[in-house]
């Protein structure tokens, strides 16, 4: 076995490169830097290698021989690897493919400078998808109001299927969880107030928390994780079999043909399913009432009739339409950004579904604060 070494010539205006000994892992080592820096010579020249005397070689050797071979781009048919045994050539082959460097990673940061920029990077993201978010409810706007002013632009087949899908598909989840919500309000409530012999009271709880708060929220937050998410999740299949594309390219406007029809639907529907909450959730709180305090239906809706007002029926009932048309513009602007990948379309399912949550509950709090500004 033969440590490696190289010699170098040249004939006429041709460096030549003469390799001996073993060229493998084991003994390569100390002859790269040498290597390297007659590659360097070589740049602009043209240059044969010779390999008949080398005794071994592995993907180490051959990877810095066609290193130095490779290391000027200009070389001409002049130059050329010679001597080489067909195992050789096959191996030089082989490694021909893999002479780019690998790459570094940077040097880490801080973390305290990691958390900085990762701050900084969400703060901007969410400014740039607010000002994208607030154009497309400008465009969905000023597209429904063209539609609105021109009847036969309407597309009440589409309406009326997107009422069924996010409305009466809609009844019987949004009712047995209204109904449930409504018992467990009267439950929690008998619990406290009988601690100061007021289970009476319970009433004007279940009444007041159900026709307030708990209907139009609760329709607000299913309707948020099931037809927000299925408006991103079909615009966005559209989007990735460039069905939107088509319809731009056949002159219609996908705004109007996806959008403006889901979203009518949604406001349309979502006050009916508000209005169904908040009729299950009382019925549900007077059974509970019912079963737990011994407080009649007939007394428990008579109460409800005297003490209740209509104005917490309106203050529920108004926000509806609000919370129907950022859910469905959410949906939809988060189908209409999908990428073109199945991973793409997943992360806009998620994330329409918490924006939308998050905007509902934001609305929610709006409201209560004015209100109860207006004492209403």
Known sequence: MQIARFETGHKGDILTLDIFGDWTARHVGGIDAAL?????????RELIINLKEMKGLDTAGAMMIQRTFHSCQDRTHKSAIVGAEPGQESLLRQVLGHLEPCQIDPPQDSPFVTMLYRTGAGVSGVYYSTLELLNFIGLTLVTMMKVMVNPRR?????????????GLNAVPIVGLMSFLIGAVVAFMGAKVLQQFNAQVFVVEL????VLREFGV???????????????????????????????????????????????????IMLPVLSFLAAALGIIGGGLAAWA???????????????????????????????????????????????????????QRTTLSVVQALFLVIVLDAFFAMFFLELNF
């Open 217 to 267: 929220l609760l329709a607000a937050i299913l309707t948020a994780g099931r037809s927000g998410s299925a408006f991103t999740a079909q615009i966005g299949s559209m989007k990735i079999r460039e069905e939107i594309d088509a319809l731009r390219v056949l002159g219609l406007d996908p705004v109007e043909v996806l959008i403006v029809p889901r979203t009518i639907a949604l406001v």
């Open 292 to 346: 737990t305090m011994d407080i009649s239906p007939a007394l428990f809706m008579a109460r409800t009739q005297e003490m209740v007002v209509l104005d917490n029926f309106w203050a529920g009932i108004i926000k509806a339409p609000f919370f129907a048309f950022v859910i469905a513009v959410i949906g939809c602007f988060q189908g209409m950004e999908v990428e073109g990948s199945a991973e793409s379309l997943g």
């Open 206 to 209: 279940v009444g007041i928390a």
């Open 36 to 44: 390297r820096k007659f590659a360097d010579k070589t740049i602009g």
């Open 154 to 166: 309407w597309r009440l087949a589409s309406i009326a299927h997107h009422m069924e899908e996010t």
